[in-house]
């Protein structure tokens, strides 16, 4: 079966960096878009990276390009997320998911990223 794991949050300080993984089983990796998207308490699910399977194409939300980059190993299943420049508003869940937009077939159980002083 699909099954998508995220590591890697924690609590880090302003300015700060993280980086997030998610470990993809149960299909074709290389097949899909994966997307990095993040919950805020009291606030909706929010797209913040997505990479298309050629590898080359992406997007990102306004509010962290520049600072995030998504990218991915499609021999080792995993989709990363390395997360600079980290600010408190960045603070949320962050889950991995299959796919470009919602509703997403598949998602992670999501790591949480804390960014405070």
């Known amino acids: 079966q699909v099954q998508l794991v995220e590591s890697g949050g924690g609590l880090a300080q302003p300015g700060g960096s993280l980086r997030l993984s998610c470990l993809a089983s149960?299909?074709?990796?290389?097949?899909?878009?994966m997307t990095w998207a993040r919950q805020a308490p009291g606030k909706g699910l929010e797209r913040v990276a997505t990479?298309?399977?050629?590898?080359?194409?992406?997007y990102y939300l306004n509010s962290v390009r520049g600072r995030f980059t998504i990218s991915r190993d499609n021999a080792a299943n995993t989709l990363y997320l390395q997360m600079n420049s980290l600010k408190p508003e960045d603070t949320a869940l962050y889950l991995c998911?299959?796919?470009?937009?919602?509703?997403?077939?598949?998602r992670g159980q999501g790591t949480q990223v804390t960014v405070s002083s």
């Open positions: 998911a299959r796919g470009y937009r919602t509703p997403y077939d598949y």
């Open positions: 149960g299909f074709t990796f290389g097949d899909y878009a």
């Open positions: 990479l298309y399977p050629d590898g080359g194409n992406r």
